[in-house]
């Protein structure tokens, strides 16, 4: 495998793809779900790599493993009901962004704005806001709570996330990147090769990491 592993080169979008792989599926295990095409894709941008460490049926076994979960709220109607309020309010927040920016371009240019419109705007985005965080929460105590009973699945999302660390950990040399430059953003802690850079707070859900 090694002297396979020495007729490729690394560039920055085929390193990102990895990186973006080892979050999903670290991900998956907590219910923090990324769309199944985008893993794909992914997958498709580092396949002669990634090949090395998990092969075509163990890749088809993540789609499987994933779309399970990404469905498990279907199957409760509260889960279903916030999962839904969760992708309203998220597309909501989206739009009130894109609306405050037009906003402030249009002060700049005019100089003026009613301030009743801000106001307006301000309130609405808290209450958005607090309703995705709410529906946030309660989808993801809905998954905590469901996966504790599906403990192989989230294992084998773990062992491919290890797989794609041990990947990077053992080339990053001679692909001349450094430990400093390779981050990951993970919710587990308990992979080898990792060191903890920022643990979780108020504000970050996730813990940051470097690959040793």
Not at 25 to 38: A, H, I, M, P
Not at 47 to 67: C, G, L, S
Not at 77 to 90: D, R
Not at 117 to 128: D, R
Request: net charge positive; proline share 1%; charged share 30%.
């Amino acid at each position: 495998m090694n002297r396979k592993m020495e007729n490729i080169k690394m560039d920055k979008n085929t390193l990102n793809s990895l990186l973006f792989l080892a979050e999903a599926f670290d991900g998956y295990t907590t219910g923090r779900n990324v769309d199944l095409k985008k893993v794909k894709i992914k997958i498709d941008e580092a396949k002669d790599i990634i090949k090395h460490k998990i092969d075509k049926t163990e890749q088809r076994r993540i789609f499987e493993v994933a779309d399970y979960i990404i469905n498990l709220p279907v199957k409760d109607s509260n889960a279903h009901f916030y999962a839904k309020i969760f992708l309203i309010t998220k597309l909501l927040l989206r739009v009130f962004i894109f609306i405050f920016m037009f906003l402030i371009l249009y002060i700049f240019s005019f100089g003026y704005l009613d301030l009743n419109i801000l106001v307006i705007l301000g309130w609405s985005t808290v209450v958005i806001i607090f309703f995705r965080w709410f529906s946030l929460t309660k989808v993801l105590e809905f998954y905590e709570r469901e996966l504790k009973s599906h403990k192989s699945k989230t294992k084998f999302l773990k062992d491919m996330t290890q797989r794609i660390i041990y990947l990077i950990s053992e080339n990053k040399e001679k692909w001349g990147l450094k430990s400093k430059n390779i981050k990951l953003h993970l919710y587990n802690k308990d992979y080898e090769r990792i060191r903890v850079i920022k643990r979780p707070s108020l504000l970050r859900e996730y813990y940051l990491v470097e690959v040793d």
